[in-house]
C-alpha cells in the first residue's frame, strides 16, 4: 500500500487589538477558543504584541476561518490601515500609563506629607484616592477581566494586597505598591514597544514616492502604485523606495538597514538592490522586481512581528506555572491569616504580615524576565540583519555546540569561474575548446547549478554561437543531459558516469575520469563532457572549475571556537579533495564530500545524535531539507531568497559570515541574561518570604523588594537591544 505523505502545516499571524495590563486570562481564553477549530494544532496570543500567531492544517481549515473564531470572542482584528498606524496608538497609550503613573506618585507623596503634617483628613485621603485610582486602574481591568474567565493571576493579587493594607490603616503602603506596580507595568509596555519600533524603524526609511520613467520623463508615483517592470530613478542620498534589478547606472548602496553590512556595496546593472537602503552614489535606474507589500523590508518585518508572537520555552513554562503559582499565593496567605488567629494572635499584626507575604511572594519580576529579554534579542538581530523566526530560536542558539556549513556560496564566494575546458586527444577531431564549451553551454544554460551559471558565462565571454538544447534532464548532485545538435550531450561527475550511464560502453572514459583525478587534485571542480549518438556514447573533454573562499571565512571558524563550539563540518556535493583543500584553508574538523540533498540530511541527523545541538549553516535552496532536520537552521542570503525565509530558523539577510558568531553570541548572551533574570526574581522572592517567616519585614520593604526586581529585569533586558558582538 503506498503511504501519503501529510501536507506540511501553515502558519498565520492575525493582528489583533492590544490591551494593557499584565492578566493573560483573555489570551489563554482564546487559545483555548481557536484550539477547539477543526484543524488547528498550535497557538499563541498575546494582547500585549497584539498577535495572535496559529499553525493549522491547510486541509481542514483556513485562515478565514480562523479570523472569524477570532471575531467569534468579541476581539478585533487591525486591517493594514489600523496595523500602520499601530505604533501611534501605542505610544498614546504609553503616554497615558506614564500619566496615570505620575498621577499615582502626586497622590501618594500628597498623602504621606499631608499626615506628616498633621495636615487636613480630606487632604490626605484625597490625595491617597488619587493614588489608589490612577495607580490600580489597570491592574483593576485586568483582574475583572481574570476574573471573567474564572481565573487568577498578578493583577488580582496586587490589587488584593493593596485594598488589605488600606484595610488595616496602612494606605501608604497600599499606594506605593500600586505606584511600583503601575511603573513596573509601564516599563514592560515601553521595553515591548522599544524592541517593536526597532524593527518599525526601518519601515520610516522607505520613502512613500518613486521617480518612475513614464515615455522617458520621470513621474512621481506612491509607492503602492508602481508595478513589476517599472523603472524608477534614485540620485545619490536618496532612499530606495523597492525592491528591484539595476536596469543602468553604477554606484554604492548603503545596505546596513536591512542586511547590517557595514560597508557600501557597489552596484552595477544586473545587482539586485532593495527598499529601505541608501543609494550613496551614482545615479541608478532601477527595475522593481516586487510590490511595496512583497518587499525585503516588509517581508523582515512581518516576520519579525510573527517571531516576537512565539513565545520561548522558558515563557511557555512561566505562562503554564502562573495560574496555579497565583492560586498557591493566595492559599500561602490565607494559611497566614488562619494559623496564628487560630493560635490567639492578634488580627491586626497577623493580617499585615499576610499581605506583607502575598507582596513578596508575588512572580511579577519573574512572568517579565523572559519576555523582557527574548523580544529585545530578536529586535536587536534585526537591526543587524539577522531574522529569528521566533523566540525559541533565541534559545536554542545558546546550546550550540556544533556547527555544519555547505561549501559552495556559504564558506565560498559561490561566483565559481571557468578554468580548464580541454578536448581528448583521441576524440573527433572536429571538436575544438570552443566547440566543447558550446556544447556544455547549450545543455548547462537550462540549469541552475552554479557550475552551469560559470559554463554559461564563459561560453558569453568568448562570443561564441551556443545551438538550442530539448529535453533537459538533472540527476541532483551527479550531472545533467539534453539533446544538442541531433545528439544527446552528458555533462557529469564520476558518480553520474557510474550510475546514470552504468549499462553504457563509453569510449574515452578512463582516460576522462583519469584527467578528473588529476585536476581534483590540483583542487579544482571537474566534470567529464561526452556525447551519446545513436547509442553510443563517447568522452568528448572535461571542464575544470575553481571558487574562492569567503574574505573572513577562517576568523569566523576562530570564533565560533572561542564561543565554544565544539566541532565544525563541511558537507558539500564537490569532490573531496576540493572540499579538503577549502576545509583546510578555513580550519574545518570535518569533511563530508561528494553528498546527495538526501545525504546531508542523513549526515545532520547523524551529528545531531553525537552532539544533540547542531547549527546547519547553507543558502537556504540546495540546502532546505538540511536545514529543516538541524537543531537550527541558518540561511544566508535571505534578502532575495523567499526558500531561505520559510526555511531556516534563522536568516542572515546579508551575507556577512561574521554574523553567524553573532547568532550563538547573542543566544549565549540571551540564555545568561535570562539566568540573572530569574535568579534575581526567584532570589528576591526567596529572600523576603524566608525574611518574613522567620522575623517580619516592613510592608514598603517588601513592595520595594518585589516591585524593585520586576523593575531591574525590564532594564537587565533591555540591555539585548544594544548587543554588538
Known amino acids: 500500500m503506498a503511504v501519503t505523505e501529510s501536507p506540511p502545516l501553515s502558519t498565520c499571524t492575525v493582528p ?285 518585518i512581518h516576520m519579525v512581528e510573527r517571531a516576537q508572537s512565539e513565545k520561548a520555552p522558558t515563557q511557555r513554562l512561566i505562562d503554564r506555572l502562573e495560574q496555579p503559582y497565583v492560586l498557591g499565593v493566595f492559599a500561602l496567605t490565607i494559611a497566614a491569616i488562619a494559623l496564628p488567629l487560630a493560635l490567639g494572635s492578634e488580627f491586626d499584626s497577623t493580617f499585615y504580615r499576610a499581605m506583607t507575604l502575598m507582596v513578596a ?65 583521441t576524440a573527433d577531431e572536429t571538436v575544438t575548446d570552443d566547440g566543447l564549451l558550446s556544447l556544455a553551454a547549450a545543455v548547462q544554460a537550462r540549469s541552475e547549478h552554479h557550475l552551469a551559471r560559470a559554463t554559461v558565462a564563459a561560453a558569453e565571454e568568448r562570443s561564441l554561437d551556443v545551438p538550442d538544447a530539448q529535453r533537459f534532464q538533472s540527476a541532483a548532485g551527479k550531472g545533467v543531459r539534453a539533446d544538442v545538435e541531433d545528439a544527446t550531450i552528458h555533462i557529469g561527475n564520476r558518480s553520474y558516469f557510474a550510475t546514470v550511464l552504468e549499462d553504457a560502453a563509453i569510449d574515452g572514459i578512463d582516460a576522462g575520469l583519469d584527467r578528473l583525478q588529476s585536476l581534483e587534485a590540483e583542487g579544482k571542480t571537474s566534470v567529464v563532457v561526452a556525447r551519446e549518438d545513436h547509442g553510443d556514447v563517447t568522452v568528448l573533454g572535461w571542464l575544470a572549475f575553481t571558487d574562492t573562499v569567503r574574505p573572513g571565512a577562517a576568523e569566523m571558524v576562530a570564533d565560533l571556537r572561542s564561543l565554544g563550539v565544539e566541532h565544525v563540518v563541511m558537507l558539500t556535493g564537490d569532490n573531496e579533495r576540493v572540499a579538503e583543500r577549502i576545509a583546510d584553508e578555513v580550519g574545518i574538523d570535518e569533511v563530508q564530500a561528494e553528498l546527495l540533498p538526501e545525504e546531508k540530511v542523513a549526515t545532520i541527523e547523524e551529528l545531531v545524535e553525537r552532539h544533540e545541538n547542531v547549527a546547519m549553516v547553507g543558502d537556504g535552496v540546495n540546502d532546505a531539507p538540511a536545514l529543516a532536520t538541524a537543531t537550527l537552521g541558518i540561511a544566508m542570503g535571505g534578502a532575495g531568497t523567499d526558500v531561505a525565509l520559510e526555511t531556516a530558523d534563522v536568516v542572515l539577510m546579508g551575507d556577512d559570515l561574521s554574523k553567524i558568531p553573532y547568532v550563538l553570541g547573542l543566544g549565549r548572551k540571551t540564555r545568561r541574561t535570562l539566568t540573572v533574570n530569574l535568579a534575581i526574581a526567584f532570589g528576591a522572592i526567596a529572600l523576603m518570604v524566608g525574611t518574613i517567616l522567620l522575623r517580619g519585614i516592613p510592608l514598603p520593604l517588601a513592595v520595594v523588594g518585589h516591585e524593585g526586581s520586576t523593575v531591574l529585569v525590564s532594564l537587565n533586558g533591555l540591555r539585548l537591544l544594544g548587543f554588538r558582538e
Not at 477543526?38 to 476561518?65: I, L, M, P, Q
Not at 488584593?160 to 507595568?185: D, K, Q, R, T
Not at 523566540?391 to 564566494?413: C, P, Q
Request: charged letters at 25%; a negative charge; aromatic letters at 6%.
Open 16 to 300: 489583533i487589538e492590544r490591551r494593557g495590563g499584565r492578566g493573560k486570562a483573555g489570551a489563554r481564553a482564546l487559545e483555548r477558543h481557536l484550539e477547539s477549530v477543526s484543524g488547528v494544532h498550535d497557538v499563541d496570543v498575546s494582547f500585549r504584541t497584539g498577535s495572535a500567531r496559529v499553525t493549522y492544517d491547510g486541509a481542514v481549515t483556513s485562515e478565514a476561518t480562523i479570523r472569524d473564531a477570532v471575531r467569534d470572542r468579541d476581539v478585533s482584528i487591525q486591517d493594514d490601515e489600523e496595523t500602520a498606524t499601530d505604533d501611534v496608538s501605542t505610544r498614546s497609550d504609553l503616554r497615558r500609563e506614564a500619566t496615570f503613573v505620575g498621577l499615582t506618585l502626586l497622590g501618594m507623596v500628597t498623602g504621606l506629607v499631608s499626615g506628616w503634617l498633621d495636615g487636613p483628613a480630606l487632604l490626605t485621603w484625597t490625595g491617597y484616592g488619587v493614588a489608589y485610582a490612577f495607580g490600580g486602574w489597570y491592574g483593576l481591568k485586568g483582574a475583572i477581566e481574570t476574573l471573567r474567565h474564572r481565573a487568577v493571576d498578578i493583577d488580582l493579587l496586587m490589587i488584593v494586597a493593596a485594598l488589605g493594607a488600606l484595610s488595616i490603616g496602612a494606605p501608604f503602603e497600599g499606594a506605593m505598591l500600586l505606584f511600583l506596580f503601575s511603573l513596573s507595568n509601564t516599563l514592560q509596555h515601553y521595553a515591548i514597544g522599544r524592541s517593536r519600533r526597532a524593527i518599525k524603524s526601518l519601515v520610516e526609511m522607505r520613502p512613500d514616492e518613486a521617480q518612475v520613467l513614464r515615455d522617458g520623463e520621470e513621474v512621481t508615483v506612491p509607492i503602492d502604485d508602481v508595478a513589476v517592470g517599472d523603472v524608477f530613478v534614485v540620485r545619490p542620498g536618496d532612499n530606495i523606495p523597492l525592491d528591484g534589478v539595476v536596469a543602468a547606472g553604477e554606484g554604492t548602496v548603503d545596505q546596513a538597514s536591512l542586511t547590517g553590512e557595514s560597508v557600501p556595496v557597489p552596484k552595477e546593472p544586473g545587482d539586485e538592490v532593495f527598499g529601505g537602503t541608501i543609494n550613496e552614489s551614482g545615479s541608478l535606474e532601477i527595475e522593481v522586481t516586487r510590490q511595496a507589500h512583497e518587499s525585503a523590508i516588509s517581508r523582515l
Open 361 to 425: 511572594a508575588s512572580p511579577c519580576a519573574v512572568i517579565i524576565s523572559t519576555p523582557a529579554a527574548v523580544l529585545s534579542a530578536i529586535a536587536s538581530g534585526g537591526k543587524q540583519g539577522v531574522l529569528f523566526k521566533g523566540g525559541e530560536h533565541v534559545e536554542t542558539a545558546a546550546n550550540i555546540d556544533a556547527v555544519a556549513f555547505d561549501k559552495t556560496g556559504t564558506l565560498t564566494r559561490g561566483d565559481t569561474q571557468l578554468t580548464d575546458v580541454s578536448v581528448r586527444e
